[in-house]
């Protein structure tokens, strides 16, 4: 008699409910030695080779992204995140809000502007690149970035990132005319929220660039990416008495994106630690801590294999070091 097929419903429903992986003692341990105003975290959230360090099962993408924030944002470590799908278009008010009702109140979001700001040039339908008339229009960025981003988050609403990414210097007028640019585009937004400024130019990266940040009581966003200066020489752009440090740990040196996700994929483990980086990143956040000051980062997979596994690493450093400091 043949053997009888075990059958698979059809139609099978897979659970809503997304269960946090318990942290490790260590990791909880390092939560109490940290000020609750550094807040570390991830770029996103969506990816099962989270599961062990984040998700307690492996879940798909799918339900990730629709109801895993709660479930992150459960680990003692994990306080804050950032939004990357608003760079591509504006935030909806609703998602952010729905956001917002599905983490604690310490938790924070770090949130990317529309590209329509921060991009001189864009493509259009006919594949050429062509002017952009939003290109650091205080205006559109006021009702297509801060305020839904204010009205969904509130005050779960750690900073609005405006990133450059590469271009032409000269679409902006050169490093002189862009310090300069930036600089009336930033006084021209709503006051309240904290405003932070990443760049992929080096020659963006000049003293004008630095004033006219403070000037306008926006802050650097030290990124870790291979286009930009080691930390050490970001961090000499921070005021030292500045409030806020916002920093984005993403990418080593010698390496592109595509090629980090084709050799850290599916994202479980620290494939290729940056001790170096880490160590950097730690001591900031420890002097960060020690004077008072808030801190909120994010750390993607690409930079060491497992960004919640970085930001676990990079939490214990820090603890560390203000422990040792005492």
Request: aromatic share 8%; charged share 20%; net charge positive.
């Amino acid at each position: 008699m043949a053997p009888v097929a075990t059958q698979i419903p059809l139609f099978a429903r897979e659970p809503i409910a997304v269960e946090p992986a318990p942290p490790s003692a260590e990791d909880v341990a390092a939560a109490t030695r940290i000020p609750p105003g550094v807040r570390l975290g991830t770029s996103s959230w969506s990816f099962p080779g989270w599961t062990g360090s984040v998700w307690q099962c492996s879940v798909r993408p799918a339900l990730l992204a629709r109801h895993g924030l709660a479930a992150y944002a459960r680990h003692p470590l994990l306080r804050a995140v950032g939004i990357d799908r608003s760079y591509y278009a504006p935030p909806e008010r609703s998602l952010l809000a729905r956001y917002a009702a599905e983490v604690p109140d310490g938790f924070r979001f770090l949130v990317k502007a529309h590209e329509h700001v921060t991009c001189a040039q864009l493509r259009a339908p006919s594949g050429r690149s062509e002017p952009n008339p939003r290109f650091l229009d205080a205006a559109y960025a006021t009702d297509a970035v801060v305020a839904p981003a204010v009205a969904g988050l509130g005050p779960k609403l750690g900073a609005l990132v405006f990133q450059f990414p590469p271009q032409d210097p000269a679409l902006a007028g050169g490093p002189e005319g862009f310090a300069e640019r930036l600089h009336g585009f930033l006084t021209r937004l709503p006051r309240g929220p904290a405003y932070a400024v990443e760049i992929r130019n080096q020659a963006w990266f000049t003293p004008a660039y630095v004033q006219a940040l403070r000037d306008a009581g926006a802050v650097h966003c030290l990124a870790l990416h291979p286009r930009m200066p080691d930390l050490e020489v970001q961090e000499a752009a921070l005021a030292p008495d500045a409030p806020l440090l916002v920093a984005r740990w993403m990418l080593r040196r010698g390496m592109r994106y595509e090629q980090a996700r084709e050799r850290y994929a599916p994202f479980d483990r620290l494939a290729e630690p940056d001790p170096r980086n880490r160590e950097r990143l730690a001591g900031l956040l420890a002097r960060t801590a020690a004077r008072g000051s808030a801190a909120l980062v994010t750390v993607n997979n690409k930079a060491e294999g497992s960004a919640p596994l970085s930001v676990f690493a990079l939490a214990r450093r820090t603890a560390a070091l203000l422990e040792a400091g005492r």
